[in-house]
């Protein structure tokens, strides 16, 4: 009896477990939710790079100068021995000193290639006496290995000397270049004074002159002839130069051509006066003078 209570008890402990744990066919609680992978998020899309950015351009290299031919000191005085050697009563017997001899030779290149050669040379003379003879070269390279000779003084005689036509040409264009940008520096100055002077005009001389020739009626009397000139004569002191104060100086010289008419009036030469008048209406047209001159025409006829 004790036994079936034991096994009893046990049996229904092996049962509540198995009701607590819930079975293995019971259904899932609704709370519970299986995990699951997390949605794969796409890589954010990137520009093709299939079409690149434009790329400038380096900027164009102008082509430069010729280069003048380079020739080394051994070419240039070779060349120059045996232009020397030819001038001397025995060649074989020239002795040059070496290149390396810092005393002995002197080259230079100026800035336009031209290699400038002074040394000496020792040779025999006629009489068969070693002696020592200076000499120059200039040299215009045409490559690395030939050259013209510009000029060679051997002792003190010249064998060539195409260097005094090149300086003149040098100098010829030196010359020109300068008369040329003094000729240019000048018609700029003339220029702008033009450009000044036409400004004063339009903004001053101008309306000047047009008030004085307003001012004025038809001179007939050599004292309103007087009285005119002055007022012109001031715009032409005030503005000189303008184009206003070159036609108040024309105004004046008509008004003294007309002037000339009162002295023949005052002879009794009313012929001459007459004339004068035709002159002047013909020389000045438009002028006060020539207006004058036409009033003053009329009443003599």
Do not use: H
């Amino acid at each position: 009896m004790m036994l079936r209570i034991v096994t009893l008890g046990i049996a229904a402990g092996f049962l509540a477990m198995f009701l607590a744990c819930g079975g293995s066919d019971r259904p899932r609680s609704a709370t519970f939710r299986e995990s699951t992978p997390a949605p794969q998020v796409p890589p954010p899309q990137v520009a093709s790079t299939n079409e690149s950015a434009p790329v400038e351009s380096a900027p164009a290299v102008e082509p430069s100068a010729p280069q003048q031919p380079k020739m080394g000191s051994y070419s240039a005085m070779s060349i120059a021995k045996e232009a020397v050697k030819k001038t001397l009563k025995a060649p074989s017997t020239a002795e040059f000193p070496s290149l390396t001899w810092s005393t002995g030779n002197k080259l230079t290149t100026d800035s336009d290639g031209r290699i400038w050669i002074e040394s000496y040379v020792d040779s025999q003379n006629g009489f068969g006496a070693q002696i020592r003879t200076e000499w120059s070269a200039v040299l215009q390279p045409l490559s690395s290995t030939q050259a013209n000779i510009l000029f060679l003084q051997v002792g003190e005689t010249i064998v060539v000397d195409k260097m005094s036509a090149l300086l003149a040409e040098k100098q010829r264009e030196l010359e020109v270049a300068r008369l040329a940008a003094k000729r240019a520096e000048a018609e700029a100055k003339a220029k702008a004074e033009r450009e000044r002077l036409a400004k004063i005009d339009l903004e001053q001389a101008r309306p000047a002159l047009n008030d004085v020739i307003a001012s004025i009626d038809p001179p007939t009397t050599a004292k309103d002839i007087d009285a005119a000139r002055q007022k012109l004569e001031a715009v032409v002191e005030a503005y000189p130069g303008t184009g206003s104060a070159e036609q108040a100086d024309d105004e004046s010289s008509a008004l003294g051509s007309l002037r000339t008419v009162f002295l023949y009036l005052n002879a009794g030469s009313k012929d001459k006066a007459a004339d004068k008048l035709r002159d002047v209406i013909e020389r000045k047209p438009g002028t006060i003078a020539a207006k004058a001159a036409e009033k003053l025409l009329a009443d003599l006829q």
